[in-house]
């Protein structure tokens, strides 16, 4: 009697239960819960912020989708990464498609950090996308009240800047100011230290694909 062939990874992610999200990293399947309400806030109006100016054009340029946990297909069915919010351009993407599955590369994606998911955040999806090719990656922590912006660059090493302020124009959304405040639901938290509103702007080349930065 021949053995049952087993499910596909994807096979396995579409058969996750309400609640679960699964994705596919290096050829492992991850799943997380749903988020948490400092996470969900954080996420929904960071959306909201984006979506009028960038989505819609009204009181901004305009020329952007904006959607909430897209599921990307870098590798149909094979390399599947759903962030909290990504971003494309409409010159390259001019309407999104039926289908579910996200096949164009984004321009732009965001993780909002939490205990649980931030070193895959960090150390699995954002290497994957630079070198799917992603220009622009936010990092929002919500109980550090940070937000590192990131931008891939073909040159060596990146740079960083800190920005304590409350009011942030970061790239590729740079026309329209964004107040971090609103993002936060909780006091920050980080060893005692009372850190407000930080900004990181890095410059990601090589580092975005996981090669060390500096010396």
Same mark, same amino acid.
């Given at each position: ?48 912020? &984006?979506? *009028?100016?960038?989505?819609? *054009? ?13 599921? &990307? ?10 962030? $909290? ?15 579910? +599955?996200?096949?164009?590369?984004? $321009? ?32 929002? $922590? ?9 931008? +891939?660059?073909? *040159? ?60």
């Amino acid at each position: 009697m021949q053995p049952e062939p087993q499910p596909t990874f994807y096979e396995s992610l579409e058969a996750l239960p309400e609640g679960l999200t699964g994705e596919i990293l290096n050829g492992q399947l991850h799943t997380q819960p749903q988020p948490s309400g400092a996470h969900a806030v954080a996420s929904s109006t960071l959306g909201g912020e &984006l979506f *009028g100016p960038f989505h819609k *054009g009204r009181g901004g340029p305009g020329g952007w989708w904006i959607l909430d946990e897209p599921e &990307l297909h870098f590798v149909r069915d094979i390399e599947v990464a759903v962030p $909290d919010l990504a971003g494309w351009r409409r010159e390259r993407m001019p309407v999104p498609l039926e289908d579910h +599955r996200f096949e164009v590369v984004p $321009d732009w994606v965001c993780e909002i950090l939490s205990p649980s998911t931030g070193s895959k955040d960090r150390e699995i999806k954002l290497p994957l996308y630079g070198h799917y090719g992603v220009s622009y990656a936010w990092l929002i $922590d919500p109980l550090e009240h940070t937000l590192e912006a990131l931008r +891939r660059d073909p *040159g060596p090493g990146f740079g960083s800047a800190v920005s304590p302020v409350p009011k942030v124009a970061a790239p590729p959304f740079e026309a329209v100011s964004i107040d971090l405040q609103d993002l936060w639901l909780l006091p920050p938290t980080g060893h005692g230290i009372v850190r407000r509103f930080i900004l990181f702007y890095m410059f990601m080349g090589n580092a975005l694909r996981g090669v060390p930065n500096g010396p």
